[in-house]
């Protein structure tokens, strides 16, 4: 007979709590020392039930605001080279970008191999649905940036402003850990997983134009890309070296 542990058990009673919709439209769970005087168990037995939920996708956290029942992850799309904001907005979400910095600055040494020593480097926080949901950072050329205002960057896209002159894109996924500054202000906690999206934008031409690093919280996001006949198989995924 299997043995069922003390956290299983309260974590099919939250299960059963979340499936009958007891945490309200919210869906905020009581904090871990609630949860610890409900149970009559530890809290280090009540995190390890909670992380077991989250590891399912039930629950998730954000730090300053407690637990709650997760949402089904906002899925984008690879196959196209939209915004955030067309993606949130497609899927019926409301979006808000905020500049956290505009300067212009040497590049970092693999910037600077593409687009050049000096750059524009733009930071901003996106919201979805009033919660942080990606830290990006767009590294532009110089020679174009100098058209560029604070302005316009917080009005539009890099991809609205410079369309015209855009070709194609490349763009890599790794996974990274939320250190305690990336955790702050994307609101998780500390070492918890990351998405990674590092994109190259070339010109018509195929000169560098823009480095853009994407970090988003694993839980909230995922990406997609068609298939377009049975043979076809998803290309660029390798193995990376520890």
């Given amino acids: 007979m299997s043995r069922t542990y ?3 058990e309260i974590a099919d009673s939250l299960r059963s709590a979340i499936a009958e919709g007891e945490f309200g439209d919210e869906g905020v769970l009581p904090s871990e020392s609630e949860l610890s005087a409900t149970h009559d168990a530890s809290r280090v037995t ?4 909670l992380e077991h939920l989250r590891d399912e996708g039930l629950v998730d956290s954000r730090q300053g605001f407690g637990w709650f029942v997760g949402g089904d992850p906002f899925r984008q799309s690879l ?16 979006s808000e970008r905020r500049v956290m910095a505009f300067r212009f600055r040497e590049a ?9 020593d000096e750059v524009l480097e733009v930071v901003r926080l996106n919201l979805a649905d009033e919660q942080p949901f990606a830290l ?7 020679s174009i940036a100098a058209e560029l ?10 991809v609205d402003l410079l369309g015209d002159r855009l070709g194609g894109a490349r763009q890599v996924i790794s996974a990274v850990a939320a250190d305690d ?13 990351l998405l990674r999206v590092r994109r190259v934008t070339r ?9 853009s690093e994407h970090l988003y919280p694993a839980s909230q996001t995922e990406f997609e890309v068609t298939l377009r006949h049975p043979g076809a198989s998803a290309t660029g995924l390798r193995l990376v070296a520890d």
């Fill in 6 to 8: 003390r956290y299983q």
């Fill in 181 to 193: 500054e990336l955790a702050t202000v994307l609101a998780v906690e500390a070492g918890s997983p």
């Fill in 79 to 94: 196959d196209t080279l939209e915004t955030i904001e067309d993606q949130l907005a497609a899927a019926g979400r409301t």
């Fill in 108 to 116: 970092p040494g693999d910037v600077a191999e593409l687009l050049g």
């Fill in 46 to 49: 009540i995190r390890k039930a």
């Fill in 203 to 211: 010109d018509r031409h195929g000169s560098g134009v823009l480095v």
């Fill in 149 to 158: 205002s604070r302005s316009d960057v917080e009005q539009s896209t890099f």
């Fill in 136 to 142: 990006v950072t767009v590294w532009c050329t110089a």
